[in-house]
């Protein structure tokens, strides 16, 4: 299973509200993650099966979707959300991860 | 509190071998599926291999398949990946991380990862 995002990269300003998406090559099902990275730390879990906010992650924070396109919302960002954000499938034992949308400061 | 620590990184020729070890603490870690996950260096996530809590099966990318090997030992709270035949592909930053939520990987959430361990494969 192939995984896309679009866009890689974004601009954005605090309190912007930002959407990233991400397309599975086959449906998926809810079998669908999303992960914040920093530079230079280790990947958090920020969605779990689609639209499912783990425990701690602000509620600004939100995923939808199923099947093969999916989505992740920002609804106001704040200045700890400049990152890299990649979804990931666990539909099958491939577990691909998408190739990161970075979300920088305008 | 819940904690995973890998060692072992370092550098190695191509076509040497490392081994990797991801210690980890505050769970029941026979409880719980793992997986290596690898970034080489400014580049996205690369999903690497999976095991099952009791070990009774594994995974691997296609990338690594034939060339690493995932264990653990349960007694010990210990995860390992035994890199053989590396190449300078294999350079990146190697994360362990916890399974949950899943059943037999589908679904696996990976909730909590290590600080990372850099192996670089250079001659």
């Known amino acids: 299973i192939q995984m896309t995002q679009s866009p890689s990269s974004l601009s954005a300003s605090v309190g912007d509200r930002v959407i990233i998406t991400c397309r599975a090559s086959q449906s998926i099902s809810n079998y669908l993650n999303w992960f914040q990275q920093i530079p230079g730390k280790a990947p958090k879990v920020l969605i779990y099966a689609a639209s499912n906010l783990q425990s701690g992650v602000p509620s600004r924070f939100s995923g939808s979707g199923s099947g093969t396109d999916f989505t992740l919302t920002i609804s106001s960002l704040q200045p700890e959300d400049f990152a890299t954000y990649y979804c990931?499938?666990?539909?099958?034992?491939?577990?691909?991860f998408g190739p990161g949308t970075t979300v920088d400061i305008k | 509190q819940v904690q995973l620590a890998e060692s072992g990184g370092g550098v190695a020729q191509p076509g040497r071998s490392l081994r990797l070890s991801c210690a980890a603490s505050g769970f029941t870690f026979s409880k719980n599926g793992m997986h290596w996950v690898r970034q080489a260096p400014g580049k996205g996530l690369e999903w690497v291999a999976v095991?099952?809590?009791?070990?009774?099966?594994?995974y691997y990318a296609d990338s690594v398949e034939g060339r690493f090997t995932i264990s653990r030992d349960n007694s010990k709270n210990t995860l390992y990946l035994q890199m053989n035949s590396l190449r300078a592909e294999d350079t990146a930053v190697y994360y362990c991380?916890?399974?949950?939520?899943?059943?037999?990987?589908?679904?696996?959430?990976?909730?909590?990862w290590g600080q990372g361990t850099m192996v670089t494969v250079s001659s």
């Open positions: 991380a916890r399974a949950v939520g899943g059943y037999k990987g589908k679904g696996d959430v990976f909730d909590v």
């Open positions: 990931q499938q666990s539909y099958t034992t491939t577990f691909t």
């Open positions: 095991i099952w809590n009791d070990g009774s099966d594994k």
